[in-house]
């Protein structure tokens, strides 16, 4: 906005009262603006995306069936709603047929970030997974969300000892999805034709794509 000129001459208390009040008009303005931009950065890009109150019933995890049949009797599962922030997470055990217990597990977990736009932390993290855990893979996956790695390990040596670890990471928006698969070969564990790495990546990047799919509105 255009500012007066300061008057030229006496009158010390005009000028300053004149002043006074230009200066307040410009910050009231500066203000308004202030307001008006951060508000445009207040929305929340949701992309359509709802928390399930129950992720176990409401993520996909079918690929993993045909190897895992047994269904978790009692899964793990819990959610929040809130101003900030929506979360669900599901942590579930993988059984096969003639299992007594868990031979792999599967843990999935949802947050809206309604608030704080989770791009540069989620990149951060998951991009550089390699620089703060050594040995891992890390694997830039299109087609699914904005951006999606998928981290892996394995340090099986035959079928009794080592673990498989896997976990797709996928920020939509706001949205981040994270779905990790582990499985641990010990000598109490009965599976002795456990999948592939490979295997498991391909489950986790089709149920994740479904997953995603189903959970908006």
Not at 51 to 66: E, H, I, Q, R, V
Not at 68 to 74: I, R
Not at 139 to 165: F, H, Q, R
Request: aromatic share 10%; hydrophobic share 30%.
């Amino acid at each position: 906005m255009p500012v007066p000129a300061a008057p030229g001459g006496g009158g010390g208390a005009g000028r300053a009262v004149l002043w006074a009040v230009v200066g307040a008009v410009v910050a009231s303005a500066a203000w308004a603006g202030g307001v008006f931009l951060l508000g445009r950065g207040d929305n929340a890009d949701l992309r359509g995306y709802s928390t399930p109150s129950n992720l176990c019933t409401g993520a996909d995890y079918s690929s993993f069936k045909d190897e895992y049949p047994n269904d978790d009797s009692s899964p793990l599962h819990n959610s929040l709603k809130s101003n900030a922030l929506d979360e669900s997470y599901c942590s579930m055990s993988l059984k096969k047929t003639t299992s007594s217990y868990g031979d792999a597990y599967l843990t999935m977990q949802m947050d809206l970030h309604k608030k704080t736009d989770p791009a540069a932390e989620f990149t951060a993290l998951w991009k550089n997974y390699r620089k703060s855990h050594s040995g891992y893979d890390v694997e830039i996956v299109k087609g699914i969300g904005d951006e999606a790695y998928l981290v892996s390990n394995d340090t099986t040596s035959g079928t009794t000892s080592g673990s498989i670890y896997a976990t797709l990471a996928v920020r939509d928006g706001w949205m981040t999805y994270t779905m990790q698969f582990t499985e641990y070969r010990t000598t109490y564990n009965s599976d002795t034709s456990p999948p592939d790495l490979s295997e498991v990546r391909d489950w986790l990047k089709s149920d994740t794509k479904s997953t995603l799919e189903q959970t908006k509105d």
